[in-house]
């Protein structure tokens, strides 16, 4: 299987494992890969042969993180199982493979700082694949419309009276009017795809 295939195939299980469950968090581990690649992950923080790394959320059990053309994936069954991780050579697709987990312990969670107030748009949204119903992604927004997309704060704004913000190449749209909360949906402007979001 292609590798990004692969890797998506993970990210889609993770959100779906996720649903309902506490925030996760990075696990701690050291790990070593091909290459002469060393890898740590500490306090939620990661290095690549001791550099601070770009950590990137994918899903809540799901991280990518990169120093230079180093990308590092770390996918795990829950916030306190061993994490799988693997390596890759951006621009190399011959340099990838898996690395060998040394030493691990659980990350500690954290809680979504959750502001009150009166949106329309507060509340845990749920967005889904039209096709085969898997969960995309977990929004939470809160009071003030600080917008959550899978425990990754990101911004957001009012656009011709809907919620709008965009992780990745997904453009997410909510809808606060109930009359047409049901029209509230996503869409994926890399891979031509869309779907409804449902307030929980």
């Known amino acids: 299987m292609h590798k990004k295939s692969a890797l998506l195939t993970v990210i889609t299980l993770a959100i779906a494992a996720y649903a309902g469950s506490a925030a996760a968090a990075v696990p701690n581990f050291t790990a070593s890969c091909p290459m002469n690649i060393q890898v740590k992950s500490q306090g939620g923080s990661v290095y690549i ?6 950590l990137k959320t994918d899903a809540p059990t799901a991280y990518s993180a990169q120093s230079g ?4 994936g770390i996918t795990s069954d829950s916030a306190d199982s061993e994490p799988s991780i693997d390596y890759a050579i951006k ?11 040394q030493s691990w ?5 954290t809680s979504l700082p959750m502001a009150k107030g009166n949106s329309p748009y507060q509340g845990k949204w749920i967005a889904k694949n039209s096709e085969t119903g898997a969960t995309v ?12 997309v899978n425990d990754v704060k990101v911004k957001a704004k ?33 891979v031509q795809n869309t779907g409804p979001i449902t307030l929980e």
Request: contains cysteine; neutral net charge.
């Open 49 to 54: 042969n001791g550099k601070k790394a770009t």
């Open 69 to 72: 053309k180093i990308m590092i």
């Open 91 to 101: 621009h190399d697709r011959r340099a990838n493979g898996i690395c060998t987990v």
């Open 105 to 109: 312990s659980a990350g500690k969670a």
């Open 137 to 148: 992604a977990i929004i939470q927004v809160d009071g003030k419309e600080q917008v959550w």
């Open 158 to 190: 009012r656009t011709d009276g809907a919620l709008q913000f965009r992780q990745g190449t997904i453009l997410y749209t909510l809808q606060g009017d109930p009359h047409i909360r049901d029209e509230s949906d996503w869409n994926d402007t890399d």
